[in-house]
């Protein structure tokens, strides 16, 4: 059981530690090395995911399936704790439209996003208790109309970055949803 709680514990640290190696590696400041791949800024990106074998089209979220730990099943509250936490990394980030750094951080907003939005219909509450940050994902999904182009998510930057502010507010009422 030590040991259990010791590897739960030891394995996030050590994560986040290879993160933070690689991003020490970047030598520029207008975007990662030559050494990355990147899209270009004007692909459009159409997402189609499939769930319980239905193909569900439209969604502007990448499809996402939210990960918990290995003894997680997938009504666990875990992962929406930690949807929230990824989605709360970003809250201190920004932006300048056209500026290189801005396709990276909409980007990762987004797919923050996407991965609380399936952690919250996953969650053992059901959809109805994540009614209000549920709504607001969909209207944005709407908005985007699956298109997850940096110029269409640079076009969606407050939307995409205050339901990120909204989402960050609601969850703070509910502590209980994410502690």
């Known amino acids: 059981m030590f040991i259990r709680s010791a590897l739960r514990a030891a394995v996030p640290a050590v994560i986040l530690g290879a993160v933070l190696v690689g991003c020490s590696e970047a030598t520029t400041t207008s975007g990662p090395g030559g050494d990355v791949p990147q899209a270009a800024p004007d692909v459009s990106v159409t997402a189609s995911a499939t769930a319980d074998g239905v193909e569900a089209e439209g969604e ?14 997938p009504n666990s509250p875990e992962l929406v704790r930690d949807a929230f936490a990824g989605l709360q990394a970003t809250l201190n980030e920004t932006c300048t439209p056209g500026a290189g750094d801005c396709a990276y951080f909409l980007g990762r907003v ?10 919250m219909k996953a969650d053992a509450k059901g959809p109805g208790h994540f009614k209000e940050p549920l709504a607001w994902m969909g209207t944005l999904r709407t908005e985007l109309k699956n298109d997850t182009s940096t110029a269409n998510l640079e076009k969606h930057r407050t939307q995409l970055i205050g339901t990120r502010d909204r989402i960050n507010t609601w969850m703070q009422g509910h502590p209980d949803d994410y502690r």
Not at 60 to 73: I, L, N, Q
Not at 110 to 119: C, F, Q, R, V
């Open 60 to 73: 502007a979220f990448p499809p996402a399936s939210p990960e918990g730990d290995a003894d997680a099943g």
């Open 110 to 119: 987004n797919e923050e996003l996407a991965g609380l939005d399936a952690a």
